[in-house]
């Protein structure tokens, strides 16, 4: 391999030190443009809920992917943020204090960050399953306490409040969704440029050392336990920025936002999207709440569909799409991306029909299982049918087996176009 | 003269096992010594109770006159004192170079800092390539250490150890499962690297011994049978028989 | 003093039953090094397998098939699940025993729908054994005790008197030297995981009856089951059935008793604040024990992995 090869061999790992704002200012854009796309009030519904899980699972990859530490409560600090924040609009409304509504995610920031130090205090002397366990333990307390303590934590009806308080900030009153898009959206940036900036950071950087061999850390000069606890306390912080802005955005948090299950779905998300890369926990949001939000209208079963979909990741895509994408960047760099074209089509396509039709299936023998008496009728891909009569059955099925047939000869031919295009190009003045 | 490292009667018992039995040593500013001693002999343990790793059961250890019971590893590091690993520890997912660099930070004030970035200072920059230089990887700069060979990480383990600044180094077997070429290689990077330090190393390998330190101590047993110069050690009547007849028998 | 007498038995009911799920868990932990998220969900397995097989063939043959199921199923999962992500880390192995655990939620709520299924006692368990002071103690308790119990000295007998259990126990510490002597780890893996989860099966085939059968039970149960684990000490056995009794005691006397926190608080002299309402600690004050009942467990393992990292009864290496 030359030595030009081998110098930029390094993409943009989370060990890269390239900082090109080109993606920022793409990313920016595409912000502030795509309310005008996606115009109706559910989209932005939508899209607000996105940036805010983006904001988490960012936050959440601080600790797994950068630091190695998997948290099975992380949801408390993101709870805990947006409960104190709730506390604080209406303090402020009873009160009359001038406190901008934009400054509001702060106080969620502190919170969190401060809970995550009680509590990093007793977790962050190891990394492995200690840690996870009282991750665990802390979670589930917490979420128990939250419906005992009602002054705090409202009971069973939680916190509500009304984000339209205070003075209008520069004129606007955020009583619109469009305004709490952009304020979502400016947190976002903000948040995101701080934590890729922090992992260029001295303790950032050490982060990921105490993550790769925590006792060759510490004869470098630094104590594991010491650069765990501060990326902990950093995570805390930004959990608790996105709770603020749920806060906002919802008007409401309850002890669903703490509980066990919404720390689950952040780890899906942050492992969907791929821990390796930083901006893996922003497409696994994306494409998590896309799941969630689109297809839970169109199916009953989006969650089994999730959770499979959550195993093959683990079982066959570890890197998570993040990684799926990256594994491209050798080839396109040896130019042989255009290689792996026709194959693509050739296997993914059929692969792609496999699914649908067996998900088909799925919901047919659903909708046969469950359907209440009668109701024979069911709308799959935009076609009406029985699903009582065997026509349908027998073409679904047969479309799914002729897919997958067709699929797994195909493959073959796949590897082989993977392979080809993944060789260095053999350059004929090699140093 | 204060010495670099001390030890006075030092014993560790893992239970009942007394695996280091009573170890008086002392090495000077500048020294250059190996500990040799057959396997089982309690070298690795004798590192680890330097380095922090445990607690010894009774005796002292001092660096540089300060005694070092009951710190931390990291501390012990802070305080001038580095170790490689006989088993290669390095951070195989980052890069060669930010390997390097993250081994510079502490040394170069960083601490937890979170508010200033790696990449925009020059002296890290710097200082790391020039470690990079000093240990020949510079070629590899950009490869994450996990791809590197098995003696260029181990170069590499030597680098990291040295950047720092630490001024007692404490190398594990430096040059094991290395074939001679890759053997003299090393020995050339050590002495060049460790020139005006301290250097302790454990070592299997005669040749190595005899030819970089100034002093050796024999362990055997958990305990130190002869220490001194090269020569004295060599023609030492006990340690002739309990480890070097041997050794010496297979290097002729 | 009957009030005592009726909290022990259900005590060890509870104690018993959690035990038959912690045992399982333990020792795949001290196998793989992963905890295994999924094993309340095998648990889950084995009262929806028990309750539609004894739809067509009775409770009987429930209590004697589904376990086996569910030990296959488990067996299945480790051969062709985990044994592919284990090359991954520990991580991912947790993170993918964690989806498994969801992915089985959902298929049950696929197949069975989420309401309770009526999976009743048995017709000749369905009576009062003895009374204690008014407390009617059903037989069916009795029933379970003994189960428990049986199955306890069962593995007990099989881990530490026969053959295989002395391989078992070697393999669990020293899988490479075992191999090395001839014995096929692989399969004694897959057996242990396949044993460890029809024992959860077992636990939820008698369990079923009277804790409910209902898509959410894995949930409740599951992470109970790892503070269990947790407290007792990873991969400890012994440490497993004492942290199990001392949960199933503590949360059972704790939800008997209504001790009011108000009334430990004016015990020790500090007297309950006028205008309890407007008073920011006024959940304190009103908090009584059947409340925190069920988080006892939490704070006991939280204060274990502060004081005793090791659980009370663990090893160092866990």
Sequence with gaps: ?????????????????????????????????????????SSITIM???????????????????????????????????????????????????????????????????????????????????????????????AACSVIIVAFFGGEEGISGDRTYGLPFFGIEFLKQIEVYYLISFWLMLSAALMYLFSRTPVGRMANAVRDNPERAQFLGYSSRWVRFYSFMASGFFCGIAGGLFAINYEILTEENLNTASSGIILLVTFLGGVGFFFGPIIGAIAFTLLQTVLSLETELWAFYAGALFLATVMYFPGGLAGLIMMHVPSYRFGNANKLFVPYIKTLIPGLITVLGSAALVEMIFHYRHGSVGDNEMTLFWITFDSHALVPWIVVSVITGVAFYITKTTAPALKEAWGDANTPPTSGGAS | MTAALELSGLTKSFGKAEIIRGVDLSIGKGERHAIIGPNGAGKSTLFNLITGRFAQTAGKISLHGSDLAGLEPYQINRMGLSRSFQITNIFPAMTVFENVRCSLLWSMGYKYSFWNLVASSKKLTDGADEILEQINLTERRNLPAGVLSYAEQRALEIGITIAGGADVIMLDEPTAGMSHSETDYIVDLIRKVTENKTLIMVEHDMGVVFGLADYISVLVYGEIIATGRPEEVRGNPKVQEAYLGEALEAEH | ??????????????????????????????????????????????????????????????????????????????????????????????????????LIEEVVQFLWGKNQMAYNIPEILNFTAFAIAG???????????????????????????????????????????????????????????????????????????????????????????????????????????????????????????????????NGIGIATPENLDDSIWRDLWTVTSPQIADILPYILMVLILIFRPYGLLGNRDA
């Design chain 3, 1 to 102: 003093m009957e009030l005592v007498l009726v909290n022990l038995i259900d005590g060890l009911v509870t104690g018993l039953l959690l035990f038959m799920l912690s045992a399982g868990l333990t020792l795949i932990f001290s196998m793989m090094g992963v905890l295994n998220f999924a094993h309340a969900s095998f648990y889950m397995l084995g009262a929806y397998f028990a309750y539609q097989i004894s739809i067509a063939l009775g409770f009987w043959m429930g209590l004697l098939i589904a376990p086996i199921i569910v030990g296959v199923l488990g067996a299945g999962v480790e051969r062709y699940g985990l044994r592919r992500v284990h090359q991954y880390g520990h991580v991912p192995e947790l993170i993918f025993t964690f989806g498994l655990a969801l």
């Design chain 1, 1 to 41: 391999m030359s030595d030009k090869a081998k110098t930029n061999a390094s993409p943009m790992r989370a060990g890269s030190m390239s900082l090109t704002l080109t993606p920022w200012i793409v990313a920016a854009l595409l912000l502030m443009v795509l309310p005008f796309i996606f115009n109706n009030n």
């Design chain 3, 135 to 265: 407390n009617s103690i059903p037989a069916y308790k009795i029933f379970m005790i003994f189960i428990s119990i049986a199955i306890f000295i069962g593995l007990l007998y099989v881990l530490t008197r026969t053959r295989v259990g002395m391989i078992i126990q070697a393999a669990l510490n020293y899988p490479k030297t075992v191999e090395a002597l001839g014995h096929n780890v692989p399969l004694i893996f897959m057996g242990v995981f396949g044993v460890g989860t029809a024992l959860a099966g077992v636990a939820g085939v008698i369990a079923g009856p009277v804790l409910g059968t209902f898509p959410g039970m894995a949930f409740v149960l599951g992470s109970i089951v790892f503070v269990t684990i947790v407290i007792g000490g990873l991969g400890s056995l012994w440490g497993a059935l004492v942290a199990s009794l001392l949960i199933g005691w503590i949360t059972t006397f704790a939800k008997s008793y209504n001790i009011a926190m108000s009334d430990i608080l």
């Design chain 1, 48 to 142: 607000n809920q996105m940036w805010i899980t983006v904001i988490f699972a960012l936050a959440y990859n601080m600790l797994l992917g950068q630091g190695g530490m998997l948290s099975f409560g992380h949801a408390v600090y993101m709870g805990m943020g947006g409960f104190l924040c709730m506390h604080v609009m209406n303090y402020v409304e009873d009160f009359g204090l001038a406190l901008p509504l934009p400054l509001l995610p702060l106080f969620g920031g502190l919170f969190g960050m401060g809970c995550a130090m009680l509590i990093g205090a007793i977790s962050t002397s190891g990394a492995g399953t200690r840690f996870a366990m009282i991750s665990l333990g802390i979670g589930e307390l917490v």
